[in-house]
């Protein structure tokens, strides 16, 4: 019976942004980077539930956080029954003794001045040897501790073991680093293993090799895994189950083969189709979201992949800043901007919320208000429907959107999405 | 652009490390050909030698021939743009130094104005001129290298991973920017990667890389759908796409490229061996269709 | 693959020092065909030969370097190789003498130094905030004096004696271990290594001892020996300006305080004194910027490789 191994309620880690003396005072408030914005998801006993995104969506964070290299912010986290969201030392101690990390980059991952035998058996002299009843002892000599050493390196597929214990990381090659630092969180015998993007730096025609020994591995030790990754191909082969996260939040989450035969939300769907597929014969024209991921100091309001969503609607969170980056966009033909410049430069221009205002000083207002209109009829659609009004305010001219609709994940068709398509 | 027994060989403390050796591969004008290989198979070298962009201990032999103007000028944007762009510069300083450096009579606005419209075939907006490089996002970055690289309306344009740094979304966009810049400026593209799917989606012509040599060479279309080299053959097995089912890895590790070497380099790993290989370096060949060439002694 | 015995030893200084300092050696004997190498061994050529001229004195020296065994500023010649002194001492003998103060001080002094840079440089560096600051703010205050001038202070302060020197000496120098150190912990600090070995549950102490200091030893030898050179410089200053020593111990800078007013009339006697302070110096500096040379580039060629590789 699969009882939730781990459960994640609501997580939120916010990392303070750094901010000189003199921008603290101007900027005003508190800035802060919100990496994992209100998180939610389990993983069962012995699955291997995949969380899956671009670079910045928080995906390390979120593993960082379970192994208690970072703080969370607010939230819980629940590891059988267990609260460890803001473990003691002892309790974190322990805590590691179940969940470990296995990281992207096994050559940094591995002290150079340390040689490969000696990283695991230091590990084993911290927590003890694992014993059949489950037990730590401390090793009684030396020589058990190295028995102990060449045990893991076996099961790990570095044979011989005695040839391997005195090679230094920078001796052996990216798949054996690889399997050195799985070996290292082995010796622990955790129960949850945190892969954040095990394969990435290793060359293709190698990568199957060492998923295939991480299935083995789980096999054997009968783990469970949070798979991260980049690599939405790799994703569907390993994970029973896969989050797809997008700037700090989970927009589509369910069991693997639901999502990708029929995706719902629109990112999932973007994302599948700029996968590059090997296949020549097979070049579609792909339909891509329009710019990048903005930065998660200051998320788009509403849904987050609203400014960039080819489906979206009048009530996904159009804001002050929207129209600004549409007018961004607009002026990038030197004609338009020249023929528009009345309303222009774009740097005039300031967004609060759900407002963006320009104030035009001494000049007539009115005219500007008109452009504007004409701009925003012309360009139409789901952020030309959102708008309220566009007015003038003393000196300035005001454009304000209508509040959106508030975002609930929702349960269709055997996964939840976070959309207001549905 | 035309090479013909290109290679290089670098001094090290160890010994020569012949990282390509004996490579002639030709770029037909206005077209893409894609270098692909894994790492340390020689192909980023390569587009440095191309570019003579080599450090102190490498040594060329062979040729490199443009053909048209002798110094119709190449250009080549890097994988990483936060390292190639100078942090202590804002990026219209950027565009005017690369510009000056080239034609020193071109005054500043003369420089700016050409940099504005480089930058909008790029699609950057105008004002991101006046800021540092930290201060932009990934992939206005790499457009912005892209429009460096487009200032002197290169005939070929070297990529060189240009988007393992970047995600997937982006990753397609670039491309995209890239085709279409293509068709405008008459460019050839020389894309040097190790991902098989932007190969394929992007290039007319392959080229697969092993141990500093070309192993196949061909137009995308057959070569995917037929490869004849065993290892084309491995590396198109072993990349997981969204349909693989089962996973394929290609025995064994590239070998060293320090010394001499007799023989295949791929006879340690090669499926369908036979004793000449061991002994005997297969010389590249004219096989089948589409100027197909390989590398093999099955054929 | 064998594995050697001595290596067996499960002390800290077996199990870390051990094995990195013996790959550095190894590496090194490697490289002592260079032009960095060879340095290096005359450095330590000269250096030891000084060592032993000090240790076996009794046996070397001709004369006893106290006593009156000639006319004052007799020229070099003769018996006496280097002259004698406006004493009527043996300058040669002197010289061979006067290898002890210098050396016997200078080990002393950098001793301290790091004994006590180094434990301090590694907290700071690792544990940063608050403490970290005030002390940075702290060393390089001490750092800002010139060496030399605070050296005399300190000894003022504190008396004369061999130990007092030397103390003295130690306390200009820690600054240099503690910044080079703590710069290089900090940096290390933020390896993912060092993130890995955290997530492992390692202790902090563990973690400074095995993960932090291994990695940033190298830099050590390095300013071990150009603090050593300078100290040669420093501890010469002072014994000239009589700072330091009991009477009547022989002396490189103390000769020289002795015989340069007579500079004119018996040059050798302040010519050599000074001679062989700038030799210890010059073979403790290749030794120094020689093990740079040769060290440093071990790790620029390590990273290399992994970026070709890439």
Redesign the interface.
């Known amino acids: 019976m699969n009882e939730a191994l781990l459960d994640v309620q609501d997580l939120r880690v916010y990392f303070p942004v750094f901010q000189g003396f003199v921008q603290r005072i101007l900027g005003g408030g508190d800035v802060k980077v919100h990496a994992v914005d209100g998180v939610s998801f389990s993983i069962a006993e012995g699955e291997v539930f995949g969380l899956v995104g ?2 910045g969506c928080g995906k390390s964070t979120i593993a960082k956080t379970l ?3 970072v703080r969370a912010t607010s939230g819980r986290i629940r590891f059988r029954e267990e609260d460890i969201t803001h473990p003691g030392p002892k309790a ?2 322990h805590v ?2 179940r969940i ?2 296995i ?1 992207q ?1 096994a ?9 490969v035998g ?1 990283a695991i058996a ?2 084993l002299r ?2 003890g040897l694992a014993t059949e009843s489950g037990e730590r002892v401390p090793p009684k000599s ?1 020589d058990e501790l190295r028995q102990a050493v060449y045990r893991i390196f076996d099961d790990v597929g570095l044979r011989p073991p ?2 391997y ?2 090679k ?1 990381p ?1 001796e052996l ?3 054996q680093k690889q399997r050195v ?1 799985a070996g ?2 082995l010796a ?1 015998r955790p129960e949850l293993i945190v892969a954040d993007e095990p394969v990435a730096m290793l ?7 060492m ?2 020994f991480l299935l083995e591995l789980k096999a054997k030790y009968n783990l469970t895994y949070l798979f991260i990754t ?5 994703a ?2 390993m994970c029973d189950r896969i989050a797809i996260m997008y700037l700090g939040r989970i927009v589509e989450m369910g069991p693997a083969r639901t999502i ?1 035969a029929d995706p719902k939300h629109p990112y999932t769907r ?12 097979r ?1 579609t024209k ?1 339909v ?2 329009r710019g ?2 903005p ?1 998660a100091i200051w998320p788009p309001a509403g849904c987050r992949f609203h400014p960039r969503c080819p489906v979206a609607l009048a009530t996904c969170g159009w804001e002050g800043r929207d129209v600004i980056a549409l007018l ?2 607009r ?4 004609e338009l901007a020249e023929r528009e410049a009345l309303a222009g ?3 005039e221009w300031e967004a609060e919320g759900l407002l963006a205002r320009r104030d035009v000083g001494k000049s007539d207002p009115a005219p500007v208000q008109v452009l504007m209109q004409r701009i925003v009829q012309e360009t139409g659609g789901p952020l030309a429907d959102a708008i309220r009004a566009i007015r003038v305010e003393g000196s300035a001219i005001v454009v304000e959107f209508r509040a959106p609709d508030p975002l609930v994940p929702q349960e269709v068709e055997g996964r939840v999405v976070e959309c207001l398509l549905y | 652009m035309e090479s013909k027994g290109l290679s290089v060989t670098f001094d090290t403390p160890d010994g020569p490390v012949h990282a390509v050796t004996d490579v002639d591969l030709t770029i037909e004008k206005g077209t893409t050909v894609g270098l692909v290989g894994e790492s340390g198979c020689g192909k980023s070298t390569l587009g440095r030698a191309i570019l003579r962009l080599l450090p102190e201990n490498a040594r060329i032999s062979g040729t490199v021939r443009f053909d048209g103007t002798d110094l119709s000028t190449r250009s080549m944007i890097f994988q990483d743009p936060m390292t190639r762009l100078n942090p202590l510069m804002r990026i219209r300083d950027h565009f005017i130094e690369t510009i000056q450096a080239h034609d020193p009579g071109v005054t500043t606005d003369e420089a700016v104005s050409r940099a504005l419209r480089v930058l909008a075939d790029v699609r950057v907006p105008a004002d991101r001129m006046n800021m540092y490089p930290h201060e932009l996002s990934g992939g206005m970055r790499q457009r912005i290298m892209i429009a460096l690289c487009l200032l002197f309306k290169p005939a070929l344009l070297i990529a060189d991973e240009p988007t393992t740094a970047l995600d997937v979304i982006l990753e397609a966009q670039i491309l995209q920017l890239l085709q279409s810049i293509m068709h405008g400026y008459n460019m050839a593209v020389l894309l040097i990667t190790h991902n098989l799917g932007l190969v394929a989606e992007f290039a007319d012509r392959v080229a697969v890389m092993y141990a500093g040599r070309i192993a196949e060479e061909g137009a995308t279309v057959p070569l995917f759908r037929e490869p004849y080299h065993p290892y084309t053959q491995g590396l198109l097995r072993s990349v997981i796409d969204l349909d693989t089912t089962k996973l394929y890895s290609v025995p064994g590790a590239p070998p060293s490229l320090l010394g001499d070497s007799v023989g295949c380099p791929f006879y340690p790993r090669c499926e369908k061996r036979m004793a000449v290989c061991e002994t005997v370096f297969p010389e590249i060949r004219p096989v089948g269709e589409d100027r197909r060439k390989v590398a093999c002694h099955l054929y | 693959m064998a594995v050697g015995t001595a290596r067996g030893r499960t002390t800290i200084l077996g199990r870390f020092v051990g094995r990195p300092a013996g790959r550095l050696f190894a590496h090194f004997l490697k490289e002592s065909g260079t032009a960095a190498g060879i340095i290096v061994w005359i450095g330590i050529g000269i250096v030891l030969a000084i060592i032993v001229m000090a240790i076996f004195a009794p046996f070397l020296a001709p004369f006893d370097p106290n006593t009156k065994v000639a006319d004052p500023e007799t020229a070099p010649g003769g018996r006496f190789v280097m002259g004698v002194d406006r004493s009527g001492q043996d300058v040669l003998s002197r010289i061979i003498w006067g290898a002890r103060i210098p050396l016997a001080i200078i080990a002393v002094a950098t001793t301290i130094s790091l004994a006590i840079g180094l434990p301090i440089g590694l907290l700071s560096g690792f544990v940063g905030g608050r403490l970290d600051r005030i002390l940075v703010l702290v060393m390089d205050s001490i750092y800002a004096f010139p060496g030399l001038l605070l050296a005399i202070v300190i000894a003022a302060i504190i008396g004369r004696g061999i130990l007092n020197i030397s103390v003295a000496i130690a306390i200009v120098y820690i600054p240099t271990y503690f910044r080079i150190i703590r710069n290089h912990v900090a940096a290390v600090k933020q390896e993912p290594y060092v993130e890995a070995a955290i997530a492992l549950g390692m202790p902090r102490r563990r973690i400074i001892t095995r993960y932090v200091l291994p990695n940033v030893a190298q830099s050590i030898p390095v300013i071990f020996s150009v603090n050593a050179a300078d100290s040669v410089l420093t501890e010469a200053g002072l014994t000239f300006l009589g700072l330091g020593l009991p009477p009547g111990i022989p002396d490189w800078g103390f000769d020289i305080s002795l015989n340069w007013q007579r500079f004119e009339a018996s040059w050798w006697a302040t010519f050599y004194p000074g001679l062989f302070i700038l030799i210890l110096t010059t073979a403790l500096t290749f030794v120094g910027e020689g093990l740079n040379d040769i060290l440093n580039p071990l790790l620029r060629k390590k990273d290399f490789k992994a970026k070709v590789e890439a």
């Open positions: 671009e670079s192994v208690g290299l974190l101690f590691r003794e470990q990390l990281y980059d050559h940094a991952a591995l002290s150079p001045a340390m040689t000696e230091d590990v911290t927590h030396e005695v040839f214990y005195d230094y920078d090659s990216g798949g630092v290292r969180v622990l060359d293709m025609s190698v990568r199957a090799r998923l295939e980049h690599d939405l191909a790799t569907k082969f990708y973007a994302l599948l189709q700029a996968i590059p597929i090997p296949d020549p014969e070049r792909k891509l979201p990048e991921v930065n961004e966009e002026w990038l033909s030197p430069p774009v740097e």
